[in-house]
């Protein structure tokens, strides 16, 4: 059992090397020899400065003619495999970084697997620490200052990497950075919990909630399996599932919260954890997710750092993180070598092997991912790790895909001069316009017995993906989600940053979620590209989301304060759309679509305005009906 969920805490959250490629057999796997026949492995413990041990794996090149820099993971989900003689396959960012040599380090962060110490989800950064004070900033320092005076071979120069929690580890490192840290490169990078993975405008991700036990369950001495277990779902029909089980608080059967700390839970079916005991008692943005929170902590990043962003435009998990590390250290760092990498990518898709890429039924190209390695990936860590370190580096400000005319872009800032915003409103006839028109009132029922599902799919899963570039035909044809269109482009429309949703909005109850849709409609003559995709669809009229984003209603003047609706009144709703880079091809059209709920990609709101959600009682749960006024608009980023 445990090695089956550690199989499935790697393959789900793509943290490791080489995610996405396509499985080998295990008679293949066993001919890869290069690591073994080029590298050596040495398992160290370093102390830190207040006394705690953290697990270190080091793999050394046995070429001794010549010194390496250090590239660096830290990371909550292993360094495994453990033991004289287990090596990884494949280490480095990526085969290149690995081939041509250089000093690969992984590390257990504090209170995970073999590293001691007690582990704290989003571990708060705690600014002129005392003596003997430690955060992940100082156990990076700490551990950094061990390897460049320790390890044979090494020139003195250092870089950090990783991908979602790892790469969130990797933005820490650059914070009051060690003198020989020379290049970050955080990818996927968490940035706030209460805008990443486990929440989104403050609505609960319930798609995520297999997850939580990953990163509530107490350790305090080191292992080198798995201590937790996952809640056990018994079902194919997630959105069944959730449904039968009504409020979130009947959830709580799952988790063992109440007894913390306990070695085993009493009830083998309940887990022990304190991550879900946080999320239930903190509902708002308060002053556990803001200190929990790194951006607003940007600009304690020096400008003997370079970074390089890396993100997936179609990343479920991590899209908020990413887009604003980089643009924080933009704000705060004005000397900084910052640069931002935005390719067709789902969750970390970015470091595989595979030739084609694509994300769920959506065909980008292919080897989009292997020129990311090569050109740019490989490029940036030999400049500042073994090269002149200046910022000549060859590399662009900004490297972006377009995902519609499906090709790399470079730019010397992102988003591009050449922005520039549009206001386009949702008026009568399912139109989208250009010019407002008259106000009026569109009305539909939020059933919450039948909430609009994320997706048409029959499945459960640990972390949903797909979903982010699935055709939204089967939400456009329900009644309780609104559709707004232009008529066909006669000429390329190109969105290039942000997008905000004005909406003014009404609801007979007290509360409501809102959420919109960008979509992309393909013409009824579109190619078929996909062989790959779900035989019920077809490129003709595919309904291409480009991007989501969910409103909690009750936050949508303060994260911090949320406040019910007046009902009837109408009301402002701005929702922070992320970036995005997409043209919309002459011959397609601009859709919009808007609805209230998302099930069970986030979980059901009561629409009657509650203290706690996570609280909640059947009575609360009501079916409302809802208006959006047509004076409401969407705020492009078009580039011109």
């Known amino acids: 059992m445990e090695k089956q969920i550690f199989k499935i805490l790697i393959v789900a959250f793509s943290f490791t090397f080489f995610i996405g490629c396509n499985p080998k057999s295990k008679k293949e796997e066993k001919k890869d020899t290069y690591v073994i026949d080029n590298y050596t492995k040495k398992e160290v413990d370093i102390t830190m400065r207040d006394g705690v041990k953290l697990h270190t794996t080091i793999y050394s090149p046995k070429n001794k003619s010549t010194t390496f820099p250090i590239l660096m993971q830290r990371t909550p989900y292993s360094s495994a495999p453990y033991g004289e003689g287990k090596m990884k396959t494949k280490i480095s960012p990526n085969v290149h970084l690995m081939k041509e040599g250089n000093i690969v380090v992984y590390q257990d962060v504090r209170g995970r697997w073999m590293s001691e110490g007690v582990y704290d989800n989003m571990r708060a950064y705690i600014p002129n620490k005392k003596e003997n004070q430690s955060d992940e900033v100082s156990d990076t320092y700490d551990t950094i200052d061990w390897l460049v005076k320790n390890v044979e071979n090494n020139n003195g120069n250092v870089g950090t990497w990783g991908i979602s929690y790892p790469g969130h580890y990797a933005t820490i490192s650059a914070i009051d950075a060690h003198p020989a840290l020379k290049a970050v490169s955080p990818q996927a990078c968490i940035g706030d919990f209460f805008f990443d993975d486990f929440h989104h405008n403050g609505a609960f991700l319930l798609s995520y909630f297999r997850a939580i036990p990953l990163f509530g369950t107490y350790k305090d001495t080191p292992t080198d399996s798995a201590w937790y277990s996952l809640p056990e779902m018994k079902t194919q029909d997630q959105y069944q599932f959730f449904l039968d089980k009504g409020p979130l608080k009947n959830l709580n059967k799952y988790f063992q919260y109440d007894k913390l700390d306990v070695k085993t839970a009493e009830n083998k079916d309940r887990i022990d954890d304190f991550f879900w005991k946080e999320i239930i008692e903190h509902p708002n943005y308060d002053s556990v997710w803001q200190s929990k929170g790194i951006i607003q902590h940007m600009d304690k990043v020096p400008s003997s750092v370079a970074t390089m962003i890396v993100g997936g435009f179609f990343d479920a998990e991590d899209l908020y993180g990413p887009l604003e590390t980089y643009k924080g250290i933009e704000k705060n760092g004005k000397e900084n070598y910052n640069t931002l990498v935005f390719g067709p990518w789902d969750h970390g898709k970015w470091a595989s092997s595979a030739v084609r890429n694509d994300v769920g039924n959506y065909y980008f190209g292919d080897s989009i991912s292997l020129k990311f390695q090569k050109e740019i990936e490989t490029k940036f860590f030999n400049h500042f790790l073994k090269g002149k370190g200046d910022k000549n580096s060859g590399l662009p400000e900004a490297y972006v895909f377009d995902s519609g005319k499906k090709e790399w872009k470079s730019y010397d800032a992102w988003p591009p001069k050449n922005t520039v915003k549009q206001d386009w409103f949702l008026s009568e006839n399912q139109e989208l316009t250009a010019a407002k028109k008259s106000t009026s009132e569109i009305k539909f029922i939020s059933d919450l017995k039948r909430p609009v599902p994320y997706s048409e799919d029959i499945k459960t899963v640990f972390t949903p993906r797909k979903y982010m570039t699935d055709d939204q035909r089967f939400a456009a044809r329900r009644p ?79 994260f911090e304060h ?79």
């Open 562 to 640: 949320p406040e019910p609706f007046t009902p009837n009144k109408k009301t402002d709703v701005n929702i922070k759309l992320q970036d995005v880079f997409h043209t919309f091809k002459k011959g397609h059209k601009v859709q919009i679509q808007v609805q209230s709920t998302w099930f069970p990609l986030i979980d059901l709101n009561p629409q009657t305005y509650v203290d706690n959600i996570y609280k909640a009682d059947e009575k609360d749960f009501k079916t409302q009906t809802h208006t959006v006024f047509t004076d409401s608009s969407i705020e492009f980023s078009v580039l011109k």
């Open 480 to 558: 309780d989600v609104l559709v707004f269109e232009t008529d066909i482009l006669t000429e390329d429309f190109t969105l290039a940053g942000d997008i905000l949703a004005k909406l003014k909005v009404a609801t007979t109850g007290t509360d409501a979620d809102w959420i919109v849709k960008v979509v992309d409609v393909h013409p009824s003559d579109a190619a078929e590209n996909n062989d790959k995709m779900q035989d019920h669809l077809k490129m003709s009229n595919y309904h291409l989301m480009v991007r989501s984003e969910v409103m909690r209603g009750r936050f949508r003047n303060s």
